[in-house]
C-alpha cells in the first residue's frame, strides 16, 4: 500500500518580472509503506522542492495543467487548508533538515520538546516523550547539553529524535548527512534503517550522496524538474507496482 502517492505534481517560482524557474513538471511519484527511499539528482534537479511537496512544507502548483493530486494513506491532501497541513505535519510527520535546526539557546531535550509541544503534548509528557526519542538515538546522558557543546553529528541525531518524538509514521530528511563526515554519515544512516526496520517507519532522504542512495531499499532518480528513474523495475509501471516496490 502506498502512503504517498502524487501525480500532476507541478512548482513554478518566480524570481522576478521575467524571470521563473519552472522547478516541477508534473512529477508522477509513489512511496510504499514501509520503504526507505532516497530522492536523488545534481542541483537545481527539483529533489528538495518534491520533499517539500510530500511533507505539506509547499502546495503544488494547480494552474496550466491537470489537477495535482497527493495522497497521504489514501487520503487526497494536495489542497487542504493551512491548519489541516499544519495538523498533519505536526502528528504524522518527521523532518531532518542538513542545517539541524536546533534553537541555539535551548538544551538537547528542549529542542526536541518543541515538536512534542508542535504535536499537542504538554509538560511532563512532552518531556517524557523527548527524553525517549533522545534514548533511541543515544543521548540520554547530552539532554541537558546545548548544541554548542555537541559535535555535528550528536547534534543531527537531537535532531532526529526530535523528528521521532511524536511516533511519526513518515520521516522527510532533506540532505541528512551533507554536514557530516563519512563516520556520523554511516551512523545517522544506521539510525534511520534501524527506525524503518523496528518501527516501520517510512522514510524519504533527499541526497546527491551516492552512499546514502546505496544504503535505501530503491533510488528515484531527478533530473530537470522531471523523475528519470523510479528505482522500479523498468517493465513494471509505477502506479501498478506496489507490491513489487514494498519487496526491493
Not at 17 to 22: G, I, M, Y
Not at 186 to 194: N, P
Request: charged share 25%; proline share 4%; net charge neutral.
Amino acid at each position: 500500500m502506498a502512503i504517498l502517492e502524487g501525480r500532476n505534481l507541478r512548482k513554478t517560482y518566480k524570481l522576478g518580472r521575467r524571470n521563473t524557474v519552472e522547478a516541477l513538471k508534473g512529477v508522477e511519484i509513489s512511496i510504499e509503506k514501509g520503504e526507505m527511499v532516497a530522492i536523488m539528482g545534481p542541483s537545481g534537479s527539483g529533489k528538495s522542492t518534491l520533499m517539500h511537496i510530500l511533507g505539506l512544507l509547499h502546495t503544488p502548483d494547480s494552474n496550466h495543467g491537470p489537477a495535482p493530486e497527493l495522497y497521504l494513506a489514501g487520503e487526497n491532501v494536495a489542497s487542504l487548508s493551512d491548519n489541516a497541513r499544519t495538523q498533519i505535519r505536526a502528528r504524522r510527520m518527521g523532518f531532518v533538515f542538513q542545517d539541524f535546526n536546533l534553537v541555539p539557546t535551548l538544551t538537547a531535550v528542549e529542542n526536541v520538546m518543541l515538536a512534542c509541544e508542535y504535536a499537542g503534548m504538554k509538560g511532563k509528557q512532552a518531556k517524557a516523550a523527548a527524553i525517549e526519542a533522545l534514548s533511541l538515538v543515544g543521548l540520554t546522558d547530552w539532554a541537558d547539553h546545548k548544541p554548542a557543546e555537541l559535535s555535528g553529528g550528536e547534534q543531527q541525531r537531537v535532531a532526529i529524535a526530535r523528528a521521532l518524538a511524536n511516533k511519526p509514521e513518515l520521516i522527510l530528511a532533506d540532505e541528512p548527512t551533507g554536514n557530516l563526515d563519512s563516520d556520523r554519515s554511516a551512523e545517522v544512516l544506521a539510525l534511520f534503517r534501524q527506525f524503518n526496520r523496528e518501527q516501520g517507519q517510512t522514510i524519504v532522504l533527499v541526497t546527491h550522496d551516492s552512499e546514502v542512495g546505496a544504503a535505501c531499499d530503491r533510488v528515484v532518480k531527478m533530473r530537470d524538474g522531471r523523475i528519470r528513474d523510479t528505482g522500479l523495475p523498468a517493465a513494471t509501471p509505477m502506479i501498478a507496482a506496489h507490491a513489487v516496490a514494498a519487496t526491493v
